[in-house]
């Protein structure tokens, strides 16, 4: 079957079906994330972390862990929220924006298989061969559905349970572990199958339109642009 008959299923399966919409109580299990699919819309309530490298960096290459991740809050955020220290040692979050998830990807086995994390919550994709991860630890990745809706976002988080090294990486890089009720919504990128929204659907479906837009251009202005390999190519003309 070929890349184009391949998304096409995808996408009329995801089509063709209503997206369940479900909160999520954390920690996760994997019977709580097992069934669900592409496109499915979720909310969580329970305590999550936040974290980017610095974060990562301290938690897995230097094995300091602060808290119990897996039986306590298993679902992270990738993200740089919008704290303010309102006064020494209390922080008010103002925005709560996850960013992209592939920076982190070389620390994302031992998320899964160490500290047992079930749902990565990015604002993208992966790079393809990441998504194996997935399946293989039984994870989803759920991606927000606007940046607009990012205070929206920070209105649903309770309480600002623990703070870790605000001072020493500052309030944009710390290790935040928020209590939040009703999450969302974000929808299901990656499921546990390995499948993915970008990758099994919206690439293929983008490439497939810019293929028809070059088709015939010379190969030397295809090469320069970069956006194809040169073994995709017949004298400036697609296979």
Not at 12 to 30: D, H, M, Q, W
Not at 177 to 188: A, M, R
Not at 196 to 206: H, T
Request: proline share 5%; net charge positive; with cysteine.
């Amino acid at each position: 079957m070929n890349e184009t008959s391949e998304y096409r299923k995808a996408f009329e399966e995801i089509e063709g079906r209503f997206p369940t919409e479900k909160r999520l109580r954390i920690p996760l299990s994997e019977v709580d994330v097992i069934d669900l699919r592409l496109g499915d819309v979720i909310y969580f309530d329970g305590m999550i972390f936040t974290g980017r490298e610095k974060v990562l960096h301290r938690l897995i290459d230097e094995g300091v862990v602060p808290i119990d991740i897996k039986n306590t809050c298993n679902v992270m955020m990738t993200s740089a929220p919008s704290v303010k220290e309102v006064s020494p040692g209390t922080y008010e979050v103002r925005a709560a924006m996850p960013t992209t998830n592939y920076r982190f990807i070389r620390w994302l086995p031992a998320l899964f298989n160490k500290h047992g994390i079930r749902a990565l919550i990015s604002k993208g994709g992966l790079q393809k061969d990441a998504y194996q991860l997935f399946e293989r630890f039984k994870a989803i990745n759920v991606m927000m559905v606007t940046p607009a809706i990012t205070a929206s976002y920070a209105k649903r988080i309770r309480a600002l349970r623990h703070t870790f090294w605000a001072e020493e990486f500052r309030t944009t890089d710390a290790l935040y572990v928020w209590e939040v009720q009703g999450l969302g919504p974000f929808i299901v990128e990656a499921d546990t199958s390995g499948r993915s929204l970008f990758k099994d659907v919206v690439n293929p479906m983008i490439n497939e339109g810019v293929k028809r837009a070059y088709e015939g251009l010379p190969k030397l202005t295809q090469s320069r642009v970069g956006e194809f390999k040169a073994y995709e190519l017949d004298g400036g003309l697609y296979r």
